[in-house]
T-cell receptor, first 115, second 119 residues
Framework: DSGVTQTPKHLITATGQRVTLRCSPR?????VYWYQQSLDQGLQFLIQ???????AKGNILERFSAQQFPDLHSELNLSSLELGDSALYFC??????????????FGPGTRLTVL | AQKVTQAQTEISVVEKEDVTLDCVYE???????LFWYKQPPSGELVFLIR??????QNEISGRYSWNFQKSTSSFNFTITASQVVDSAVYFC????????????????FGTGTRLTIIP
């Protein structure tokens, strides 16, 4: 158990809908990252938050957005869903390392199926 | 741009054999970090090791060992005396840590190697 929690574990929805994925980082971790794992794209970085502020953005679609709240949990919002958005969405967290890059600890993931 | 290549898509070995998973990376930064993660059939991503670009010492942890060679931009992972529980997909990942990139700690993953240990 990494200490990172994600809900829900599974989500099945229809095209055009909107969903929210939730993540709670490990205790003490200020950074939260979101990744998408799909068969055709592999593991792709979406976005990073640090202590409530967006720090880095990857190949995140405009239909997707995220935020990190004062209690450090994060939510990833996916809207106008398409079949191709079906994937495993991971959240990860890490402590800040001003001298380098620390390892990220991943949650169990949310499997999204768009029908 | 950073890139990680894991040329071995799938490997199968018989239990107790040794196996090496290859990882080749590309980066323009002189400061970077390399990682290995394991994704067992249950789906979670498990951290195995982190190595920075200034530390070329090989590392051993039980049956696992890692060989980092900057000259060939490789960070290979060897499992000695493999066990059925080692069956998983293994990912190599890279994160650049230059001053211009400060704060952006994204991981760039390879495509993974599916390792099957045959009992």
């Amino acid at each position: 158990d990494s200490g990172v929690t994600q809900t829900p574990k599974h989500l099945i929805t229809a095209t055009g809908q909107r969903v929210t994925l939730r993540c709670s980082p490990r205790s003490g971790d200020l950074s939260v990252y979101w990744y998408q794992q799909s068969l055709d794209q592999g593991l792709q970085f979406l976005i990073q938050y640090y202590n409530g502020e967006e720090r880095a953005k990857g190949n995140i679609l405009e239909r997707f957005s995220a935020q990190q709240f004062p209690d450090l949990h994060s939510e990833l919002n996916l809207s106008s869903l398409e079949l191709g958005d079906s994937a495993l969405y991971f959240c990860a967290s890490s402590v800040e390392n001003r001298g380098g890059v620390n390892e990220q600890f991943f949650g169990p993931g949310t499997r999204l199926t768009v029908l | 741009a950073q890139k990680v290549t894991q040329a071995q898509t799938e490997i199968s070995v018989v239990e107790k054999e040794d196996v090496t998973l290859d990882c080749v990376y590309e980066t323009r930064d002189t400061t970077y970090y390399l990682f290995w993660y394991k994704q067992p059939p249950s789906g979670e991503l498990v951290f195995l090791i982190r190595r920075n670009s200034f530390d070329e010492q090989n590392e051993i942890s039980g049956r696992y060992s890692w060989n980092f060679q900057k000259s060939t931009s490789s960070f290979n992972f060897t499992i000695t005396a493999s066990q059925v529980v080692d069956s998983a997909v293994y990912f190599c990942a890279l994160s650049e840590a230059s001053i211009s990139n400060f704060g952006n700690e994204k991981l760039t993953f390879g495509t993974g190697t599916r390792l099957t240990i045959i009992p």
